[in-house]
């Protein structure tokens, strides 16, 4: 494995991914206030929202709201869901700085989230593709259960490797891998992440982890060994897949923002800034969330003896 990298880039998934997950509905103005506050700490990459159909997710049914009201600072890519082509050209229209698709590396959780099989999915995203390009707007894929399913179990690696490579052929920009219900383990995830940059060194590839069995930090230090830049998490640690049983939240911003800098890589975040998001967004949804920086506070606080 090659050297730990020294800069990270984060992508904030918790205003869609975490806020779509908790099944209430968070008024417009809270999702707007927490976007433009997460857009003051420093990040680059936020994926927001998502233009999904209202009937089959309320919580995301503010999308072009959210898009219109959202600051634009120099530097930050706004980065929406879309599940079809109807969604790709409505965010399109909002102005949105990249496109997130996603399908999973099973069939079964496929049907599940999205009622499709992953070959119907890759017909929808070769639909989208092109759309994007007229735009000049990039697109990012999304695997899920790429390091297993909670019902097929262990997902071979070269089905992981075969959707990668169909989804580079269709023309995606980027790829992520994600452990939608939290099965990875780290030797796990160096050995798919080795094999899979071996075979793609100029591909650029992300990383998705949950902390539904509390390995979700060790995976990303597994992550950084064979050299992946580019981290989602979601602030305060919310989230967790409706479609995953007892599935908890992603890994925490602030917590994987700390162990990096601890560690001497840089993301060029502000981790005060992000921990008053974490515990603003507890504030908004009323409940304690799983992060744990923004409780115990960075290593460096000092207390009276």
Same mark, same amino acid.
């Given at each position: 494995?090659?050297?730990?990298? $020294?800069?990270?880039?984060?992508?904030?998934?918790?205003?869609?991914?975490?806020?779509?997950?908790?099944?209430?509905?968070?008024?417009?103005? $809270?999702?707007? /206030?927490?976007?433009?506050?997460?857009?003051?700490?420093?990040?680059?990459?936020?994926?927001?929202?998502?233009?999904?159909?209202?009937?089959?997710?309320? $919580?995301?049914?503010?999308?072009?709201?959210?898009?219109?009201?959202?600051?634009?600072?120099?530097?930050?890519?706004?980065?929406?869901?879309?599940?079809?082509?109807?969604? &790709?050209?409505?965010?399109?229209?909002?102005?949105?700085?990249?496109?997130?698709? =996603? !399908?999973?590396?099973?069939?079964?959780?496929?049907?599940?989230?999205?009622?499709?099989?992953?070959?119907?999915?890759?017909?929808?995203?070769?639909?989208?593709?092109?759309?994007?390009?007229?735009?000049?707007?990039?697109?990012?894929?999304?695997?899920?259960?790429?390091?297993?399913?909670?019902?097929?179990?262990?997902?071979?690696?070269?089905?992981?490797? /075969?959707?990668?490579?169909?989804?580079?052929? !269709? *023309?995606?920009?980027? =790829? @992520?891998?994600?452990?939608?219900?939290?099965?990875?383990?780290?030797?796990?995830?160096?050995?798919?992440?080795?094999?899979?940059?071996?075979?793609?060194?100029?591909?650029?590839? @992300?990383?998705?982890?949950?902390?539904?069995?509390?390995?979700?930090?060790?995976?990303?230090?597994?992550?950084?060994?064979?050299?992946?830049?580019?981290?989602?998490?979601?602030?305060?640690?919310? *989230?967790?897949?409706?479609?995953?049983?007892?599935?908890?939240?992603?890994?925490?911003?602030?917590?994987? =923002?700390?162990?990096?800098?601890?560690?001497?890589?840089?993301?060029?975040?502000?981790?005060? &800034?992000?921990?008053?998001?974490? $515990?603003?967004?507890?504030?908004? !949804? @009323?409940?304690? !969330?799983? *992060?744990?920086?923004?409780?115990?506070?960075? =290593?460096g606080i000092r207390h009276a003896a």
């Amino acid at each position: 494995m090659m050297g730990l990298p $020294q800069v990270v880039t984060m992508r904030e998934v918790g205003t869609r991914d975490g806020i779509q997950s908790l099944g209430a509905f968070v008024p417009t103005e $809270q999702k707007i /206030e927490m976007a433009n506050a997460l857009a003051r700490t420093g990040l680059t990459r936020i994926e927001v929202t998502s233009f999904v159909s209202p009937k089959a997710v309320p $919580q995301m049914a503010d999308a072009a709201v959210v898009m219109g009201a959202i600051e634009r600072p120099p530097g930050l890519s706004w980065e929406p869901l879309v599940p079809n082509l109807v969604g &790709a050209r409505r965010a399109l229209e909002a102005r949105s700085d990249r496109l997130v698709v =996603v !399908l999973a590396a099973s069939d079964t959780f496929n049907l599940k989230n999205i009622k499709m099989t992953v070959d119907d999915s890759l017909t929808g995203i070769a639909q989208i593709i092109p759309v994007a390009r007229e735009a000049g707007v990039p697109v990012s894929a999304g695997i899920a259960t790429s390091f297993g399913c909670p019902y097929e179990g262990d997902v071979p690696e070269v089905r992981v490797q /075969e959707i990668v490579g169909r989804l580079l052929e !269709l *023309g995606v920009d980027e =790829v @992520g891998l994600a452990d939608t219900t939290g099965m990875a383990n780290p030797v796990q995830v160096e050995r798919m992440l080795g094999g899979i940059r071996s075979r793609w060194p100029e591909v650029p590839f @992300g990383l998705h982890f949950h902390n539904t069995r509390g390995m979700g930090l060790a995976n990303v230090v597994a992550g950084l060994r064979t050299g992946v830049q580019i981290y989602d998490a979601s602030i305060g640690g919310i *989230g967790g897949c409706p479609f995953a049983p007892k599935a908890t939240g992603n890994v925490s911003t602030e917590d994987v =923002v700390h162990m990096l800098h601890e560690m001497g890589i840089e993301t060029g975040l502000d981790l005060d &800034a992000l921990i008053r998001c974490a $515990q603003r967004m507890s504030e908004i !949804l @009323g409940r304690d !969330l799983p *992060g744990q920086v923004m409780k115990a506070g960075p =290593v460096g606080i000092r207390h009276a003896a």
